[in-house]
């Protein structure tokens, strides 16, 4: 398969996403995966989509498959409803979902710290129908501000991120501006600076953005970058996007962050997701 790698790979950070690769195997044994496909870094979405309070056995189930595989957690997303699936986030929603992003944030950045996780990814939420939008915005930055201050507290960065209208119409983020926005909004109110962007390349690609302008004018402000290809949120090289040259661009304007496969394998069990990468490059370093 033709991929986006050359001989500048090993130069990057790899992180793998165990919440859209690997969930052919049962969330405990996806650790493991990953580190048998030669990962040292996997990052997840909030695995318990029903709960964003689970159990002392559950948390200390997850932590100890991630410690015993031998990788490290380097990020983790906030309560954020059911996902994948209609929802996009919990932040931004009056009533029982803010109440319950709430009641995670705490939980969310204890797990993070106790496994030396240093980003928490917060989604901003759907319109909800009959609510003023400026009503929902003022609420998300209530919570936005008690995430980032509790992602200050275990030392790690609050990460916005900008998801793609298509796969998101009710998604009030569908930009790379309207993320950093938000980014900005969250860092004058808490005087802390530590809310970053979430440049996610295939979602802003869907979008119609223009990837390199967005690179030069937003790295300086990203605190993670996520890829799939596009269309097809496949694997690098299953479709036309030219993430060699896009990651070449990151680096050249100062970000040395990781980059987290968020893409979905295809047809096919995930740990042969990864032909485009060379074994030797998929160790963080």
Known sequence: MPGPESSTAADRRYSVNLSILFTELPLLERPAAAGAAGFTAVELWWPWVDSPTPGRPELDALRKAVEDAGVQLTGLNFYAGQLPGPDRGALSVPGEESDRFRANIDVAADFARSLGCTALNALYGNRVEGVDPAEQDALALENLVLAARAAHRVGAVLLVEALNRPESPHYPLVSAPAAVGVVEKVNR????????????????????????????????????????DSPGRGAPGTGTLP???????????????????????????SADAFDWLPADARAAR
Do not use: C, W
Request: overall charge negative; proline content about 6%; charged content about 20%.
């Open 189 to 228: 109110a808490t005087g802390l600076g530590n809310a970053r962007f979430l440049m996610d390349l295939y979602h802003l690609a869907v979008n119609g953005e223009d990837l390199p302008s967005v690179i030069d004018r937003y790295a300086p402000v990203t605190g993670h970058v996520q890829i799939a």
């Open 243 to 269: 993430l060699a040259d896009l990651l070449g661009l990151l680096r050249k304007a100062g970000y040395d962050g990781r980059v987290g496969l968020e893409y979905k394998p295809g047809d096919r069990p």
